[in-house]
């Protein structure tokens, strides 16, 4: 499956970018055959709605769940809609995610039900 | 009759002035509501919808109040097609496409109808969505006239241009416009129609450089426009100094006085518990009409 | 980066003669003004260097050529911010503060005459010296938005001053969206209140807004003895919602007086320095907790 995370850095042993409307770049990577490209995120100079405008770049782009730190309540919406997953990173870089979210240890972001952790799509 | 008193708005005499700062808590409120209270009769129009507290010293009996509404797309999925012009076309990011549909964010939306435009199949109409509130009420002589935006909304400026639309339904009136803080947008909407601009300035070096933005703002809009100095103590004042130098008129002093403060943290309007302040106000309401009507060349001769 | 945000709900609260005292106090390496309309800092703060000025681009906004216009008046019926006029000689043209840049007059246009083109709405300044960073900016007269300009505010200072343990911002006035760019990945906010009617209503609309977040929120009272009563409703407030109330300040003149020098309240000895350092240190407390 393909999963997405929010980056400043086209780098994948650099830092989860802190914000998801804003951050320059979105890190597309996929489970399965371990390939990574990097979109850029057009929602950076929107003045409004950029949260929405960078979860329709992921709707677009067919990836299954978004590994961010956080995440506004309109691009929450969209990616709900669209049956994205949300799970929350820990701190580190973004591979240091992706093993993470690989090995079932990242929580839902915003958690519904407590104690529900990591999901596979 | 044979003597006006000349600070009564004379007969077909339209008369808006228009209080503005630079910044909140220089006065402005002080100064609107005071001076709306001095008058024979006024209309107090409060155009601060994001923090409106004219109404906490008026205390307005409520005649009656509109909400303001402003249009939000309703997509008809029936009749949809799917070709995302919608959402390509949107420039505040409005409309997702998830799903194969289109979905509004009420929140981001400007209301401009472009969606509605585009939309190859009219699929899209408008329905109204409410951002704010308008309230009409009167507390003694005054016609009090509050607007308030609902927290989270973006915009103020559907509600000044409706609650400037209203209170002009008065008829001839005075009127004193309580504006927001600033200089942004919302504030341009309150002094559109202003025939005067009272100025508010506190005797700090922050409230010069404050004061100098709404200077700039009402030179750019041609407004007339003269300056009261609040809060004044002894010593130099940055603010009297920058209005000297730029030939900008005082038409009034509010010394700095701890009674009048405890009144304005009580919210009571000083021109109605105070003789002092009654005719402090009157003067300066006195001066701010010959000021407009010398600026705006009126014919007194009705 | 520990960030400490102060709000006030209304303007002229005291806000500014507070971030200034505790940018002394804290020896922040970075600080922030996000008051876009009406930035203040920079006036005690003291910056002896030229900063780093980058234009910032709002909303576009529509531009009419006159020798392609067919006054058709497509144009002006379909803007909903009557943005578009006509003078007597027939010449269509928009009004750069009416409008919101949405596009509809390009698209109803039968003649292309009509093109969104970009616009300055304000200013972006860096201060970079004494081993410190200083970050605000302007809006320029009439421009909206400038929610988006408190985001690069807060942003040029976290990219120029990565390193900084902590960092103090001087928030936006009101409760809209400035203020709500403002409070975004802050780690608390600190609410200076004044003891008014109308301060203590805007406080508890800019509680509400922070509450959204979830960020610590922390209280003080400025100018406190204008109304001790009101002060103390103030007090029994905090302690009915579980916010900590870090302190209060007396109104003081010499206050006035250190500002008019360009100074802040601690770099004097006076009532209110001596205040903000007490509530100073019970909210570095809070924010450590």
Same mark, same amino acid.
Request: aromatic letters at 0%; glycine letters at 20%; one cysteine or more.
């Given at each position: 499956m393909k999963i997405a995370i929010p980056m400043d850095?086209?780098?994948?042993k650099t830092s989860v970018c802190p914000s998801f409307g804003r951050a320059p770049y979105f890190l597309i990577y996929n489970t399965e055959s371990g390939e990574s490209l990097f979109l850029d995120n057009s929602a950076v100079a929107s003045q409004g709605g950029a949260g929405i405008k960078a979860a329709q770049t992921l709707v677009d782009s067919g990836v299954k769940a978004l590994l961010t730190p956080r995440c506004g309540e309109n691009a929450e919406e969209v990616l709900r809609t669209a049956e994205i997953s949300i799970f929350k990173t820990i701190a580190g870089t973004a591979q240091q995610n992706i093993d993470a979210f690989k090995a079932n240890q990242l929580s839902v972001l915003n958690d519904i039900h407590p104690g529900f952790h990591g999901q596979k799509g | 009759m044979t003597f006006i008193r000349d600070f009564m708005v004379k007969k077909g005499e339209d008369m808006r002035i228009a209080v503005l700062s630079g910044k909140g808590g220089t006065g402005k409120t002080l100064v609107s509501v005071n001076l709306a209270s001095a008058a024979d009769s006024a209309v107090y129009i409060d155009c601060d919808v994001e923090e409106p507290d004219g109404h906490l010293f008026f205390k307005p009996q409520i005649v009656s109040s509109e909400e303001i509404a402003v249009k939000l797309p309703s997509i008809d999925n029936g009749l949809c097609n799917g070709c995302r012009k919608c959402v390509d076309f949107c420039k505040f990011n409005a409309l997702a496409f998830i799903k194969g549909r289109p979905c509004v964010f009420?929140?981001? =939306?400007?209301? =401009?109808?472009g969606c509605t435009l585009v939309c190859p199949e009219r699929a899209i109409t408008e329905t109204d969505r409410a951002v704010g509130e308008i309230r009409k009420g009167t507390s003694g002589s005054v016609t009090a006239y509050t607007g308030i935006l609902k927290p989270g909304e973006e915009s103020g400026v559907p509600i000044i241009k409706r609650i400037m639309q209203a209170s002009g339904s008065e008829g001839d009136a005075l009127r004193i416009i309580d504006c927001p803080p600033g200089s942004a947008c919302v504030v341009v909407e309150s002094i559109r129609d202003a025939d005067y601009c009272i100025l508010v300035a506190e005797p700090t070096v922050f409230g010069v450089h404050n004061l100098n933005m709404v200077y700039g703002l009402v030179k750019l809009f041609n407004k007339p426009f003269g300056a009261v100095l609040n809060k004044c103590l002894d010593g130099e004042n940055p603010a009297e100094k920058f209005c000297i130098e730029n030939s900008i008129p005082i038409i009034g002093r509010i010394p700095f006085d701890t009674e009048l403060g405890k009144m304005n943290s009580d919210a009571e309007i000083a021109a109605r518990e105070s003789k002092k302040y009654k005719e402090l106000f009157s003067d300066l309401l006195r001066t701010a009409m010959k000021e407009a009507r010398r600026e705006t060349a009126f014919d007194t001769q009705r | 980066m520990r960030q400490l945000l102060i709000l006030s %709900?209304?303007? %002229?609260?005291g806000k500014t003669t507070v971030a200034s005292a505790f940018i002394k106090l804290s020896g922040a390496k970075a600080f922030a003004d996000c008051d876009v309309d009406a930035p203040n800092l920079h006036l005690i703060m003291g910056q002896r260097s030229e900063p780093r000025r980058t234009d910032y681009y709002g909303m576009p906004k529509a531009e009419i050529d006159a020798d392609i216009c067919v006054q058709c008046n497509g144009c002006a019926e379909h803007c909903r911010f009557d943005a578009i006029s006509v003078n007597s000689a027939g010449e269509y043209s928009v009004d750069r503060f009416d409008c919101e840049g949405c596009g509809v007059c390009e698209s109803v246009c039968p003649v292309g005459a009509v093109a969104l083109r970009p616009e300055v709405s304000g200013e972006l300044m860096l201060y970079n010296g004494d081993g410190r960073i200083f970050s605000t900016a302007q809006l320029k007269m009439g421009s909206g938005h400038s929610g988006m300009l408190v985001t690069e505010v807060k942003k040029q200072m976290k990219d120029a &001053? &990565?390193? &900084?343990e902590l960092a103090i911002i001087d928030g936006s006035p009101g409760i809209g969206c400035p203020v709500i760019a403002s409070l975004s990945g802050v780690d608390m906010v600190l609410i200076v209140t004044e003891p008014s009617v109308s301060g203590i209503s805007d406080m508890e609309r800019i509680i509400k807004t922070a509450e959204v977040f979830g960020t610590k929120t922390a209280v003080c009272v400025n100018k406190y003895d204008i109304n001790t009563v009101n002060t103390e409703r103030i007090e029994g407030f905090c302690r009915s919602a579980g916010l900590p109330y870090v302190g209060k300040i007396p109104f003081d003149p010499e206050a006035v007086r250190a500002i008019n020098n360009g100074m802040t309240i601690v770099d004097v000895d006076c009532p209110s320095g001596r205040a903000a350092r007490e509530i100073y240190k019970n909210t570095m407390e809070v924010l450590s907790e």
């Open positions: 850095e086209k780098d994948l | 009420e929140d981001v =939306c400007h209301s =401009c109808g | %709900g209304k303007g %002229g609260t &001053a &990565a390193n &900084a």
